[in-house]
Every structure is written in structure tokens, then in C-alpha cells.
């Protein structure tokens, strides 16, 4: 009875404790991955979209909504993919500076414009294709954004109008002309 104290044999080995930690700090990784994944589809539920034909034999694709109201989704520009943000409010595809210097576009000076923050300076640039799921529109008009945050491209109406646009519930249906 007189050694009922607790020994230093009772306690965990040092190489015990370090993979405890370990298992500990691996278990919080794979937590916050998983959540960031979780987190990223609600921002965008449509990362990889597919093109599909409708009854009529007509290329669709529909979009899901994400949970604030909006249309996000994959698609490339001059084959290099970006994150798409539907904007039928915007009159040309805009994108930020950073992703224009990264997607090596050629700037010309491109103006004014009036954004929600105010008159910014712009560029205007061209590019070749801009496409989502098989959608391919050609040689269109973009404007570059110097203070847009993000590397989102907001796809705007003179991509948009040359698909039929149909929104249903939390989805919206983009359709080539038939």
C-alpha cells in the first residue's frame, strides 16, 4: 500500500505521447479539409458542369444555385479554367487584373466604368473562346477589373445572350440557340 503512488513506468513513453499528438494533428487536418471542401461546394455547386442534350437533341446545362441566390460555376477561358460567377446585371465578361496577367491577355486601355464601389479606370481585352460545359462562345469582349478581389470572372450578358437562359426553382438552365 505504501507504493500506491503513481511511477514514471505508469506513464506514456515520450514516443508515445509524440504520436498522440501526431494522430491528433493528422485527425484536425483531415477535419479542416473536409470542411473546406464542404465549404467550397456551397460557394460553388457546380465545379465541373456537363453538358447535356435535351428532348429536342438542343446542348444544355444546368446550374444549380448556391445558398446566396447565385450561379456559380467551372468553365475555362482560352482553355485555361477560372470560376464563373453569372451576372445578368453586367454588360461584358469582367475579370480581375490578376487572372488577365496570369491568362497572359493582351490590355488596351479600356476607359471608365461605374461599379457598385464607384468609377474605376478599366482595360478591355479580347478573348478567344470562353466556354462552360461545351457552350463555346468566340472572340468576345471582356473588360479587366484592376481592384476586382478574387480570381471569379463574372460572366456577363454578351456571353449569356447567346444562350437561351431558363431559371426554375434553384436552378437555371443555360441552352444553346435551337
Not at 455547386?45 to 446545362?61: Q, S
Not at 478573348?127 to 477589373?145: E, K
Amino acid at each position: 500500500m505504501a507504493n500506491d503512488f503513481p511511477s514514471t513506468r505508469d506513464m506514456p513513453s515520450r514516443l508515445g505521447k509524440a504520436m498522440l499528438i501526431a494522430a491528433w494533428v493528422v485527425g484536425l487536418a483531415l477535419l479542416v479539409l473536409l470542411f473546406q471542401s464542404h465549404l467550397e461546394r456551397q460557394h460553388n455547386p457546380n465545379p465541373d458542369p456537363t453538358l447535356r442534350l435535351d428532348a429536342a437533341g438542343v446542348p444544355t446545362v444546368v446550374l444549380q444555385r448556391n445558398r446566396m441566390g447565385h450561379y456559380v460555376t467551372g468553365g475555362t477561358i482560352n482553355g485555361e479554367p477560372v470560376t464563373f460567377l453569372l451576372d445578368t446585371g453586367a454588360t461584358a465578361v469582367a475579370l480581375p487584373l490578376t487572372l488577365a496577367r496570369r491568362l497572359e491577355l493582351a490590355l488596351l486601355p479600356g476607359g471608365m466604368s461605374k461599379t457598385a464601389n464607384g468609377l474605376v479606370r478599366t482595360w478591355s481585352t479580347r478573348l478567344d473562346s470562353v466556354d462552360v460545359a461545351g457552350l463555346t462562345a468566340h472572340d468576345v469582349r471582356a473588360v479587366v477589373m484592376p481592384n476586382m478581389p478574387g480570381d471569379e470572372v463574372l460572366l456577363g450578358m454578351n456571353y449569356l445572350k447567346r444562350f437561351e437562359l431558363i431559371q426554375r426553382g434553384n436552378t437555371l438552365t443555360l441552352r444553346a440557340p435551337g
